[in-house]
């Protein structure tokens, strides 16, 4: 592995209250950089000073949108340990995006370590209180100077730091959710399955739309028969219909959640019978309207499991679970969040220790 150069702030900044921290507002002293050039491979891994970029106005990205990116946490335990939580896949699920956008992979025991090494260094941003954590956010983009359409010879990988609450104002309160008919995310062969900005970009009209009516979130539906259910624009979305697990299957307009696929592998432990499958927005409806339709659930890291009370659907509204928690959200929150802030057994190795 290479050596990662460290320096040190000299004007380390004011830590916020960290009793009631919004999500992704604050940002730790420090960064991970590293830098990308043709031939050289990844080079000058460092941990320098939290500063803007200073970016050329042709630089790629700002042009061509080649891009990714990933999000995960670390959280403090009840004993003071600081700890991560199957840092692994999202550096693996990096490589899977880095791929479809031709950006060059990355190392991923190599970016695990730098990441712990950032951490050590700016631990006293990691906030104590619940439902609080260090929200990490490694991302990568093209650099090179030119307007043209290809892939850059040239990019940076970055790794920044953020005190955060929840994620929902919310918190773990259910929230509303509108099932979008007009617009669509991503279609299978294109980059849904990805973490790129450009699948975020393109949610953003009709998030707009689903908040003015009072709904935190849009869930989408498929690209081309615009019938079948795919995901919330910022998580994974299961259904508990008559005592099942069912969950859109990953057929590559997805994104491969690693909090879904804790969940599932859970659930299956649990002993729910559990389907990965094609969802029609009609089979949901129907499930709401006959009462069969007993939880949704959406997941990821941001949120963890935040319980869905209130679906909408061309103009009409469904309350789920009376509009309140579902039994099995509430254990699955229970379960995840007790791993990862060390309250429970870690009996899964998903754990990866950092101080």
């Known amino acids: 592995m290479q050596q990662i150069k460290i320096e040190l702030t000299k004007n380390p900044k004011q830590k916020p209250d960290m009793n009631n921290l919004p999500f992704g507002t604050y940002f730790s002293d420090h960064m991970f950089l590293m830098n990308y050039e043709l031939g050289k491979g990844w080079i000058n891994p460092r941990i320098v000073p939290y500063a803007p970029f200073t970016l050329d106005p042709s630089c790629m990205v700002f042009h061509y949108a080649q891009e990714i990116f990933e999000g995960l946490k670390a959280y403090r335990t009840v004993d003071g340990d600081i700890q991560l939580f199957r840092p692994d896949e999202n550096f693996k699920r990096m490589n899977i995006s880095a791929e479809r956008l031709s950006i060059p992979p990355v190392d991923v025991d190599f970016c695990i370590e730098a990441l712990k090494k950032l951490i050590e260094i700016d631990r006293d941003w990691i906030p104590t209180t619940d439902a609080s954590s260090l929200y990490i956010r490694p991302f990568i983009f093209a ?15 970055a790794i920044i730091l953020s005190p955060s609450g929840s994620y929902y104002p919310e918190g773990l309160n259910p929230v509303k959710i509108m099932i979008e008919d007009e617009d669509v995310r991503a279609v299978r062969g294109g980059t849904g399955f990805t973490k790129c900005g450009g699948n975020y970009a393109a ?26 259910i795919e995901e919330v624009g910022a998580m994974n979305i299961i259904f508990k219909i008559n005592g099942k697990i069912v ?60 319980p869905v009370g209130e679906l909408a659907y061309k103009g009409k509204k469904y309350v789920i679970a009376g509009g309140g928690i579902g039994e099995l959200t509430q254990r699955l929150y229970d379960e995840l969040t007790g791993v990862q802030w060390g309250k429970r057994p870690d009996t899964h190795n998903w754990i990866t220790k950092v101080c």
């Open 143 to 157: 650099t090179d100077e030119h307007v043209g359409v290809h892939a850059s010879h040239t990019y940076i990988f």
């Open 247 to 306: 969950t859109p299957e990953l057929q590559g307009s997805v994104l491969p959640g690693i909090t879904r696929k804790s969940v599932l592998q859970i659930t299956k432990e649990w002993g729910y019978e559990v389907e990965e499958r094609l969802i029609s927005v009609d089979e949901v409806i129907e499930a709401a309207e006959n009462g069969t339709l007993e939880e949704i659930f959406g997941t990821g890291t941001a949120a963890v499991v935040s």
């Open 203 to 228: 949610s953003l009209r009709a998030g707009e739309r689903a908040a003015k009516k009072g709904y935190t979130q849009v869930l989408w539906l498929d690209g081309v028969h615009r019938k079948y």
